[in-house]
C-alpha cells in the first residue's frame, strides 16, 4: 500500500488538483490507508507510539461493533518525527507529512487544552481534513476528563470520515457568554442530547447534589445549569454525545418504530447534528456515506479487527524536476519566451525555496529524456547556484511525457527509496511519443511518489489532473496572461513544512516609463527569516526595485549576477522586523510586473499563522443551479483567525479574473461561524469559460481588526463534566497570506444571461433567545442569507409555527404561517430578531415547532432552517418562585417528572391566599417560641458545622456559580434580589425526602471518578474549522 507523503517532481501542466487527502480503501470491511502523524512539535515520548497502537486497536473492535460490522482499522501507518531517534522499526520517508494526514498527535495549547477534535468539516456527510488529539489524551484520557482513548478516536472518525456532528451542547459563536444546553418542550427544559436514556440530574454544580437549576429572567435556564450524568447508567447511545459512559457503544438512529427503542434519534434537541444534518440521525447520514453502499456488506460478528501497524520516519525532503524543453517551448507570448520564464522561476525556486539538506535531481525531457543532474544534498548556496546553472538553456524536439515521469523515478530512486519523494512537473504540450502516461501511471502509484504538475497555456496536455491526482499531488495551470501570478504561487504552495518558506504577498503591477509604482506587504512577529521580495517583469529591461522597511532601513536589489534575469530579488539581510514593508518599482520603460514576497517562521518549534484553501469539486459543470465551493482555514498555532479579508481570485484561460469574498459567518456555505474555516460559492455568473479556471485565496488583515482565539470550541469527543466554556478572542496583528488552491476544470459552458433559479441558503443558525411564560412573548434571532446562497440579499421571510415537528418537516407550507412584524431581511450575514406573542389558547404547555425560510425575486425558496421547540414553562421544578416538590428520577428519563401547571380557578386564588396566611402565621408562633425559649436561657447554640464542598447551608458555596458574568443589568438585579442564600435553600429542603435523588446515597455524578482538569472541561471544549 502506498504512504502519500510530501514528494516532489516537476512538470510544467497542470492538471487538476486541490486535494492532498490520501485515499483510503476499504478491503474486507477493513480501512486501508489511515494515518497517523506524530507532530514534530512532539518530544520523543516513551510509550506512545505503543499506546497509539494500543488505543487505535481497542478503537477499532469499537467501531466494528458501532458500524453494526461494516467497517474497522484494518491497517494504520504512523508517522514520526525526524526529530525523533531513529530506530530498526521505523521505515523512512522522504518530506514532510503533515498535508497528508487523518490524524495528527501534537502537542497541547493553551487555546485548546488537551480537547479532541476534527479540522475543516465543511456541510453534513462531508468529509473533514484530520482530527487533532495531544499525547495526554492518547496516554491519559481516563484521568484527565475525557473518557476511554478508543471511543474518542471512534466519535472523532465520525466527525471526519462521515461528516456526523455533535449531540450534546456546543457554542456557536464566540462572542456568546452562554452555552445552550436545554431545550424547551412540553412545558419543562430537556437536556441536549440524543436519546432520552441517559440517567442524571439538572444542576448548577454536578458536584453539589443540591445546586438545582431555575430559569433566569428571560425564562431560560440559569447560565451554570448543566446536565450532569449519573451512575449507573444503562443507556447505549449515543457515542456522538456521552462516549465516555461505559455502556454507550452505538450511534443513534432514525425516530421511527422499526428502530431500537434505546437507539431512536432526538429530533428535537437544537443539536449540531440536527441543526447541520435537517433532524437526521447519524446513522442516517452515515448510510449515504460510500463505506455502506453495496459494494461494502457487512462482515461477521467474529471478525478479528486487530489492525496492522507500520512505523516509518520523516526524513529529509528528495526531489526531482521533470522539464519539458520540447520545441514548443520557444514559444514567446508576451515578453520572454516560456523556456525563459521556466528557468527563472524554477531558478528563484531553487535559489530561495527548497529548504536546507534536500536532495535535487534534474530531468529534461523533449523526444525521450534525460539525467541532467544527479540528485544532490542542498548543503550551502554553492550547491543551489550549481543547480541553477544545470536548468536548459535550449528547447527542441517532440513532447515524451511517460519518459520523463520514468527518467524522474530513475533518479529519485539511485540513492534511497521513492516512498514519499516528489516529482514536480512542468509542461506547456501534449505528449506525442510513447511510452504514454496511461502506460507509466500504476508505476507512479506503486512507486509512493506524489506528482506536482504545473500547466503552461491551454494548449497543455489535460490529462496531468489524473497523475496529481492519482499520486496525491497538486496541479496547476498558467494562463500566461502579464497578470498572472500562478508561476510563483505554484512553487511556493508545492512544498510545506517548518522549514520552508510562506508566501505573503501575491499580485499584479503595472509600470508606467519613469513614474514610480509603490505598494506595501506585511510581515507579522511570526515571520523574519530569509524574508524575499521578488519581482518578476515581462522583460529584460534594467528596472529598479528597492524595499523599505519599517523603521526606514532601505534594502535594494540583490539579484547580483543575475541583473539581467526576468527575477529581480530584494533580501531583507537578517531576520525582517515585524511590521509594514514598501516596496518602489521604478523603470524606464512601461512594463508589466508580477511581485510576491515570503518569509521563513521565526520560531521552527512553532506553526506560525497559516492559511491552507481547497475546494469541494475538482470539475465543474455549468449550468444554472450549478455551484461549487472556495474554502480556506486561517489558522494560528492551530487557532482560529477571526475577522480576516479572505478573497478567492479565479482565473481562466484567457486570463481574466474574477474576485470573490469568503466569510467565516456561518452562512450559505460556511457550516460553522467563527471557526477560522471561510467559504464562498462559485455561481455561474462567476465562470465565463471552458477550461482550467486557477484559483487563489489570499487572507490579510490590514486594519487591526483581526482576532484569535484564545478559547475555542465546537466539533469533538464531549469532556465528561458538562459540555465546556464559551470561547473567548484575543488580539490578532496585521498579517497577509497567500494560498495557491490550484485548479477546477469547467466544462459545458454556454455564453449568455442565464436565469435566476438558485436559491437562498438554509438558515441554520434559528436560535430561541427569550420567552415570557406570563404575556407568552417569545424572541427568536437567526442570520440572514443572501439572495443566491449566501450571495446578495434575500427577498422575504416565511416563518412557520406548528405543534406537530413531522408536519412541519414534511410539509411547511401547511403549517401556521407568522406574517406581522416578520423582519425584512437585511444584508446576509446580519443578525435578524423576530418577536411574537403566542394567542392565549395556545399557553397550555403545548409543544410548538418554528421554522423559517428565505425567498428570493425570482421566487426561490430555500430549504427550511433548523427547527426549534418551545412550549410555556409548567414544570415546577423550574419556577424559582415555586417551593418544588421532591423531583423524581429514572434509569430511563433525562428531565425529572413533570408536574403540569394548570390555569387556576379564582376559588383555588382564595385557597392559596388561606394557605398562604396560614403558613405565615405558624412562622410567626415557631419565631415567638424560639424567642421565649432563649430568653429562657434553655436554647444551646449548635457547634459550628463543618464546611463541606458545595453545601450551601454550611456557609461554603459552590465557586461555579461566581464564574460566569452576568448577562446584563437586569440579571444582574434580579439575582441580588434573590439572595444566593435564600434560593440555595429553597433547593435544598428536601434533602431529607428519601425519594430525592438529589441525596440518595451513594449516587454519583459520572461513571467515571471525577476530577478537576482544567483543560478537560473548565477551560476547553472540543472544536472544528
Not at 447508567?233 to 421511527?256: G, P
Not at 496541479?475 to 500566461?480: D, N, T
Not at 469527543?717 to 497577509?736: D, K, R
Request: net charge negative; charged share 20%.
Amino acid at each position: 500500500m502506498r504512504v502519500a507523503l510530501s514528494r516532489i517532481i516537476f512538470l510544467f501542466m497542470v492538471p487538476l488538483v486541490i486535494s492532498e487527502k490520501h485515499e483510503i480503501r476499504i478491503v474486507d470491511n477493513g480501512y486501508t490507508g489511515v494515518k497517523v502523524v506524530i507532530s514534530d512539535k512532539v518530544p520523543e515520548t516513551a510509550g506512545l507510539v505503543d499506546g497509539i497502537k494500543a488505543a487505535f486497536t481497542e478503537a477499532s473492535r469499537i467501531l466494528y461493533h458501532a458500524s453494526k460490522n461494516f467497517v474497522y482499522f484494518k491497517d494504520i501507518t504512523i508517522v514520526v518525527p525526524k526529530s525523533w531517534s531513529s530506530s530498526a522499526q521505523y521505515m523512512t520517508v522522504s518530506g514532510s507529512a503533515s498535508n497528508s494526514m487523518d490524524f495528527l498527535v501534537d502537542v497541547e495549547r493553551p487555546e485548546t487544552g488537551n480537547t479532541p477534535y476534527v479540522h475543516g468539516l465543511t456541510e453534513c456527510g462531508g468529509q473533514g481534513l484530520y482530527a487533532h488529539v495531544t499525547p495526554e489524551l492518547m496516554l491519559t484520557s481516563q484521568s484527565i476528563g475525557y473518557g476511554p482513548i478508543e471511543k474518542i478516536l471512534v466519535h472523532e472518525w465520525a466527525h471526519l470520515r462521515w461528516g456526523v456532528f455533535d449531540e450534546y451542547p456546543t457554542v456557536e459563536q464566540p462572542d456568546i457568554d452562554e452555552i445552550e444546553k436545554f431545550y424547551n418542550d412540553a412545558g419543562t427544559w430537556k437536556p441536549i442530547m440524543c436519546t432520552d436514556k441517559i440517567r442524571g440530574a439538572n444542576l448548577r454544580d454536578c458536584s453539589n447534589a443540591r445546586s438545582r437549576c431555575f430559569v433566569d429572567p428571560d425564562g431560560k435556564p440559569e447560565a451554570d445549569c448543566q446536565f450532569c450524568v449519573q451512575a449507573p447508567n444503562t443507556a447505549i447511545a449515543s457515542l456522538m454525545a456521552f462516549q465516555w459512559i461505559s455502556s454507550v457503544v452505538e450511534f443513534c438512529d432514525e425516530d421511527t418504530s422499526s428502530v431500537d427503542e434505546a437507539l431512536r434519534h432526538n429530533t428535537l434537541a437544537p443539536n449540531d447534528q440536527n441543526r447541520f444534518c435537517g433532524q437526521r440521525s447519524v446513522w442516517e447520514v452515515m448510510r449515504t456515506h460510500s463505506d455502506f453502499n453495496a459494494s461494502n456488506t457487512a462482515g461477521a460478528s467474529s471478525k478479528a479487527t486487530d489492525p496492522v501497524f507500520t512505523v516509518v520516519q520523516e526524513g529529509e525532503l528528495r526531489l526531482a524536476l521533470v522539464l519539458d524543453i520540447s520545441n514548443s517551448m520557444n514559444a514567446q507570448i508576451v515578453g520572454p519566451s516560456r523556456l525563459k520564464l521556466l528557468q527563472d522561476t524554477v531558478g528563484n525556486f531553487l535559489s530561495y525555496t527548497v529548504p536546507d539538506n534536500s536532495d535535487v535531481g534534474i530531468v529534461t525531457f523533449s523526444s525521450d529524456a534525460q539525467i541532467v543532474t544527479p540528485m544532490s544534498t542542498v548543503t550551502s548556496d554553492a550547491v543551489r547556484q550549481s543547480l541553477v546553472q544545470d536548468l536548459p538553456t535550449t528547447a527542441f524536439g517532440y513532447t515524451a511525457l511517460g519518459a520523463g515521469l520514468l527518467k524522474g523515478l530513475e533518479v529519485l530512486n539511485t540513492t534511497a527509496s521513492l516512498n514519499g519523494a516528489i516529482i514536480v512537473l512542468v509542461t506547456d504540450g501534449k505528449e506525442n511519443r510513447r511510452p504514454l502516461v496511461e502506460d507509466v501511471l500504476p508505476t507512479l502509484v506503486s512507486s509512493g511518489v506524489t506528482v506536482h504538475s504545473l500547466a503552461i497555456s491551454s494548449a497543455s496536455d489535460g490529462q496531468l489532473t489524473s497523475i496529481s491526482q492519482a499520486t496525491g499531488g497538486k496541479s496547476f495551470f498558467y494562463s500566461e496572461s502579464t497578470s498572472s501570478t500562478v508561476l510563483q504561487d505554484a512553487f511556493n504552495a508545492i512544498l510545506d513544512g517548518t522549514d520552508t518558506p510562506i508566501q505573503v504577498d501575491s499580485q499584479s503591477v503595472s509600470v508606467q516609463g519613469g513614474t514610480p509604482v509603490t505598494g506595501q506587504f506585511y510581515i507579522d512577529s511570526t515571520l523574519g527569516p530569509s524574508t524575499i521580495f521578488q519581482a518578476m517583469v515581462n522583460d529584460t529591461s534594467t528596472a529598479s526595485i528597492r524595499v523599505t522597511g519599517p523603521d526606514g532601513t532601505t534594502y535594494t536589489d540583490t539579484s547580483g549576477s543575475s541583473a539581467n534575469s526576468i527575477c529581480r530579488n530584494v533580501a531583507i539581510s537578517g531576520t525582517a522586523a515585524a511590521g509594514r514593508y514598501t516596496y518602489t518599482i521604478i523603470s524606464d520603460t512601461d512594463l508589466k510586473c508580477t511581485v510576491s514576497a515570503q518569509s521563513k517562521r521565526r520560531n521552527s518549534a512553532s506553526d506560525g499563522l497559516v492559511i491552507r484553501s481547497w475546494t469541494s469539486n475538482q470539475q465543474y459543470s455549468y449550468g444554472q443551479a450549478s455551484t461549487f465551493t472556495v474554502y480556506a482555514s486561517v489558522l494560528r498555532n492551530k487557532s482560529p483567525v477571526l475577522r480576516s479579508t479572505v478573497t478567492a481570485n479565479l482565473e481562466n484561460e484567457d486570463g481574466v479574473t474574477v474576485a470573490i469574498s469568503l466569510k467565516d459567518d456561518g452562512v450559505g456555505s460556511d457550516l460553522r461561524a467563527d471557526d477560522g474555516v471561510y467559504s464562498a460559492t462559485v455561481l455561474p455568473k462567476h465562470v465565463s469559460l471552458n477550461g482550467r479556471l486557477s484559483v487563489k485565496v489570499t487572507a490579510a488583515s490590514t486594519d487591526g481588526s483581526a482576532k484569535v482565539l484564545t478559547k475555542t470550541s465546537g466539533s469533538g469527543a464531549a469532556p465528561i463534566s458538562g459540555s465546556g466554556n464559551p470561547v473567548t478572542l484575543g488580539n490578532q496583528e496585521n498579517f497577509q497570506r497567500v494560498s495557491q488552491t490550484g485548479e477546477v476544470v469547467v466544462a459545458d459552458y454556454v455564453p449568455g444571461a442565464i436565469p435566476d433559479v438558485i436559491p437562498p441558503a438554509k438558515i441554520t443558525t434559528l436560535v430561541l433567545t427569550s420567552i415570557d411564560d406570563t404575556s407568552g412573548v417569545i424572541q427568536v434571532t437567526w442570520k440572514a442569507v443572501g439572495d443566491d446562497v449566501g450571495d446578495g440579499t434575500a427577498t422575504v421571510y416565511d416563518v412557520r409555527l406548528s405543534n406537530d415537528i413531522n408536519a412541519l418537516r414534511t410539509n411547511p407550507g401547511g403549517a401556521t404561517q407568522l406574517t406581522s412584524q416578520v423582519p425584512t431581511p437585511k444584508v446576509s450575514g446580519q443578525t435578524e430578531v423576530f418577536t411574537f406573542t403566542l394567542p392565549s389558547l395556545t399557553r397550555d404547555g403545548r409543544t410548538y415547532y418554528l421554522a423559517v425560510r428565505a425567498t428570493d425575486d425570482s421566487q426561490n425558496t430555500g430549504e427550511l432552517s433548523n427547527i426549534i421547540s418551545f412550549s410555556l414553562v409548567t414544570d415546577v421544578n423550574w419556577l424559582p418562585t415555586t417551593t418544588a416538590p421532591a423531583p423524581t428520577t429514572t434509569t430511563t428519563t433525562t428531565t425529572t417528572t413533570v408536574t403540569p401547571r394548570l390555569e387556576q380557578s379564582s376559588d383555588q386564588s382564595v385557597l392559596i391566599g388561606l394557605s398562604t396566611a396560614a403558613g405565615v402565621a405558624a412562622l410567626l408562633l415557631i419565631l415567638f417560641g424560639l424567642s421565649l425559649s432563649f430568653c429562657l436561657g434553655r436554647w444551646k447554640r449548635p457547634p459550628p458545622r463543618k464546611h463541606i464542598n458545595g453545601d450551601v447551608e454550611s456557609g461554603y458555596l459552590s465557586p461555579r456559580r461566581h464564574t460566569r458574568k452576568a448577562r446584563s443589568k437586569r440579571k444582574r438585579s434580579y439575582h441580588s434580589n434573590r439572595t444566593d442564600d435564600s434560593r440555595d435553600y429553597k433547593r435544598s429542603r428536601h434533602k431529607h425526602d428519601p425519594f430525592d435523588i438529589y441525596s440518595v446515597p451513594g449516587v454519583t455524578p459520572y461513571d467515571y471518578p471525577y476530577t478537576k482538569y482544567s483543560s478537560s472541561y473548565s477551560d476547553s471544549i472540543p472544536y472544528a474549522y
